[in-house]
């Protein structure tokens, strides 16, 4: 439950209802949280739930950063931005809804936070609203890109060994695509259970099934969602 209080929250205000799913359950609450900020993407700005989303946020209170979906540099600018205003504490508790938000987002806040060293505690809860089942799409185009992230990337020589961890989705062989991309000499694959609709499990197992099938069970594991 989100009952405790936040110096400063971070969302995403995207193209889905439930980008505003936790904003609305913290409601207004005056005192609750300090700093609100929506990061809003610059692409799109009237397509589907978008301009619903906007307008609750802005609301509840949320300050709309206009950002481009791909940019770490946007997310990472706007998050240092808003610590910057709180230099004047000594600790920070921080909510981050990741639920629409892009990997370069939230890859920019996880650096940012690693590189934070204005306060000797940070506190930070990340929440994701799941959404609800759709049934993929059949035609879902294969892997076109694969780069790394800022945010979630390393630096080492590149005589060592590959491994690959991969959290598999439903669409069809985009995992088994991946792998055979990097060919990687160690492969572990985890999937969620139970899923919060058992109806994507049953998708994730068929879509993945080339390439579980290539993989020992020990190399295969499970977490809980929630």
């Known amino acids: ?31 609750h949280i300090g700093k609100r900020i ?15 989303n906007d307008r609750v946020f802005t609301e509840l209170g ?26 004047d504490l000594n600790s920070i508790k921080i909510l981050v809804d990741i639920s629409s938000m892009t990997r370069p987002w939230y890859g ?33 185009p294969p892997n076109r890109i694969v780069a790394p992230i800022p945010g979630f990337i390393g630096h080492t020589l590149p005589d060592k060994p590959t491994a690959l961890i991969m959290s598999l989705g439903y669409d069809r062989d985009r995992a088994l695509g991946l792998k055979d991309y990097l060919d990687p000499q160690l492969t572990l694959l985890f ?25 020992s069970p020990s190399q295969l594991f499970s977490f809980p969602i929630n």
């Open 1 to 31: 439950k989100l009952t405790a209080k936040y110096d400063l929250i971070i969302a995403a205000s995207g193209y889905e209802t439930r980008a505003r799913f936790v904003a609305e359950k913290l409601g207004l609450k005056e005192g």
């Open 38 to 52: 929506a990061l809003a993407f610059d692409e799109h700005r009237q397509d589907c739930a978008r301009p619903e």
């Open 62 to 87: 949320y300050k709309l950063i206009i950002c481009k979906g791909g940019s770490a540099e946007d997310a990472s600018k706007t998050f240092f931005g808003a610590i910057q205003e709180m230099s």
């Open 108 to 140: 920019a806040i996880v650096r940012a936070l690693a590189q934070t060293i204005k306060f000797p505690k940070i506190v930070v809860h990340f929440v994701y609203s799941p959404a609800e089942f759709v049934k993929p799409d059949e035609n879902y």
């Open 191 to 215: 999937s969620a259970s139970p899923f919060v609709d058992p109806r994507y499990g049953t998708q994730v197992a068929e879509m993945n099934k080339e390439l579980c099938d290539e993989l």
